[in-house]
């Protein structure tokens, strides 16, 4: 009995969240149209209807194999929309997951718990649960709901402005010609309202929506390319206030100040956010999740990084511009590193001042001045890099005493021309090297471009 009272609770909770929020309480089921409704109705009054009928039946009923049969169903079914919006857009719903697991407690409740004869109480219950089948059953016929005054368009991709368009795919009728060319356009709408083409022949566009669990990685990816090599920039299946939330979301990824336009939806051929939408030829392509893109825009991928202290006396000068030196410096495939190569004689002429060096004396090993000085740092932190990034090391030399910006075994001592450190580029992608410092820091990084 306290089962079906359960099922009741869930039912009257679908009602709720309906209301709160028409297609999905977190806004990523509207990605999925097979996850938005069914039938035109929203599958949260399919869920409140599918409770409140398990509801009677338990209450109603003895214990008997097709109510639990039937409440199995129903717990698999959930699992299985979950399931699905998971492999399309790799989010699940936070509050589809939890009815979900509710459901299957429930009927594993059922066939567990001894059954026992419905009593009066069961009986008297059972009068509004089925007045609850019937509240659900209403709403699910006349479906009210309510729509935004204004909604931008949807994309729809057409052969030219004023040509017959088909949304999410081509049009059927001949291309108007445009200086020799098919033009294609994506017919979206500017943050003001005004209606507007983007040309996909000229570049891609990135459909992204501003409640998107995975949409910062992607963003954060289009902020490390060129601004000449970034996609149009498309917020799409929007909630209410997304419009002044998409320049702070932006920003918060690299973005700031980036032109971006507005779609309801994508077309039709992409199923989940982010997506990368191009033309290819004659044909609408496209690919979706930030690593797709990000592989497809062959945006860099870091592999490995350092940060260490950088003192601001002399040898902080020196580790600058050793820094300075090794920045941007391009690795092939197989091909050797060489700091001392790359950085070369650390002299006054080449703007390297006197720092300090750790050499063995005949008191033991001491830092005592030295042109130079300090580079040791910016081969200790290139080398705890190559250590992330899981490449070879070709030759590394040890401090004759510790010190304290790495570890035992973790620092790269150098001396022209002798002690040098090597690693070898052995991934199959192109490597660069990005090293700065500033604010007392020392940062190398180790990038693979793709």
């Given at each position: 009995m306290l089962v079906g009272y359960v099922y009741l609770l869930l039912s009257l909770a679908a009602?709720?969240?309906?209301?709160?929020?028409?297609?999905?309480?977190?806004?990523?089921?509207?990605?999925?149209?097979?996850?938005?409704?069914?039938?035109?109705?929203?599958?949260?009054?399919?869920?409140?209807?599918?409770?409140?009928?398990?509801?009677?039946?338990?209450?109603?009923?003895?214990?008997?194999?097709?109510?639990?049969?039937?409440?199995?169903?129903?717990?698999?079914?959930?699992?299985?929309?979950?399931?699905?919006?998971?492999?399309v857009t790799r989010h699940v719903c936070p509050f589809c997951w939890k009815f979900a697991v509710m459901g299957t407690l429930l009927v594993t409740s059922y066939w567990v718990l001894p059954g026992k004869k419905p009593g009066r109480t069961a009986y008297i219950s059972a009068g509004p649960a089925r007045a609850l089948v019937v509240i659900t059953l209403v709403l699910l016929v006349i479906n009210p709901g309510t729509?935004?005054?204004?909604?931008?368009?949807?994309?729809?991709?057409a052969m030219a402005a004023g040509a017959e368009s088909q949304s999410g795919s081509f049009v059927t009728g001949g291309p108007k010609a445009i200086e020799g060319k098919a033009h294609y356009q994506l017919r979206v709408s500017t943050p003001g309202g005004a209606e507007t083409y983007l040309d996909l022949r000229e570049k891609p566009a990135l459909f992204f929506a501003v409640w998107c669990p995975h949409c910062p990685e992607a963003l954060k990816d289009l902020a490390m390319l060129s601004?000449?090599?970034?996609?149009?920039?498309?917020?799409?299946?929007?909630?209410?206030?997304?419009?002044?939330?998409?320049?702070?979301?932006?920003?918060?990824?690299?973005?700031?100040?980036e032109l971006y336009y507005l779609a309801e939806k994508p077309p039709e051929s992409v199923q989940g956010v982010p997506a990368l939408v191009w033309m290819e030829g004659s044909e609408l392509r496209h690919v979706e999740g930030a690593g797709a893109i990000a592989k497809k825009l062959r945006v860099p991928?870091?592999?490995?990084?350092?940060?260490?202290?950088?003192?601001?006396?002399?040898?902080?000068?020196?580790?600058?511009?050793?820094?300075?030196?090794?920045?941007?410096?391009?690795?092939?495939?197989?091909?050797?590193?060489?700091?001392?190569?790359?950085?070369?004689?650390?002299?006054?002429?080449?703007?390297?001042?006197?720092?300090?060096?750790?050499?063995?004396t005949v008191y033991g090993p001491k830092a005592v001045p030295d042109v130079g000085g300090g580079v040791c740092r910016t081969a200790t932190a290139l080398h705890l890099a190559v250590l992330k990034a899981g490449l070879q090391v070709v030759e590394r030399?040890?401090?004759?005493?510790?010190?304290?910006?790495a570890g035992l075994g973790k620092d790269a001592a150098v001396a022209w021309p002798y002690w040098d450190f090597k690693?070898?580029?052995?991934?199959?992608?192109?490597?660069?090297?990005?090293?700065?410092?500033?604010?007392?820091?020392?940062r190398v990084e180790l990038w693979a471009l793709r």
């Open positions: 009602i709720i969240a309906w209301q709160l929020e028409p297609s999905c309480a977190s806004g990523a089921c509207s990605a999925v149209a097979q996850l938005e409704s069914f039938l035109g109705r929203p599958w949260w009054l399919w869920g409140a209807l599918f409770y409140a009928v398990a509801g009677v039946l338990c209450l109603g009923l003895p214990k008997n194999r097709l109510t639990g049969i039937f409440l199995a169903a129903g717990a698999v079914f959930h699992a299985g929309l979950v399931g699905y919006g998971y492999a729509k935004p005054a204004v909604a931008p368009p949807a994309a729809t991709v601004p000449e090599k970034r996609p149009y920039l498309v917020v799409t299946y929007p909630r209410d206030g997304d419009e002044e939330k998409a320049e702070r979301k932006l920003a918060e990824n690299g973005l700031a100040g991928k870091l592999l490995g990084s350092a940060e260490i202290s950088n003192p601001p006396d002399g040898g902080g000068k020196n580790v600058a511009l050793a820094a300075a030196l090794i920045n941007g410096k391009i690795i092939q495939p197989g091909e050797v590193f060489s700091f001392n190569r790359t950085v070369g004689p650390r002299t006054v002429s080449r703007g390297f001042v006197e720092g300090r060096s750790i050499v063995e030399h040890d401090h004759s005493m510790p010190v304290n910006y690693f070898k580029n052995t991934s199959r992608k192109t490597l660069a090297i990005k090293a700065r410092s500033d604010h007392g820091k020392l």
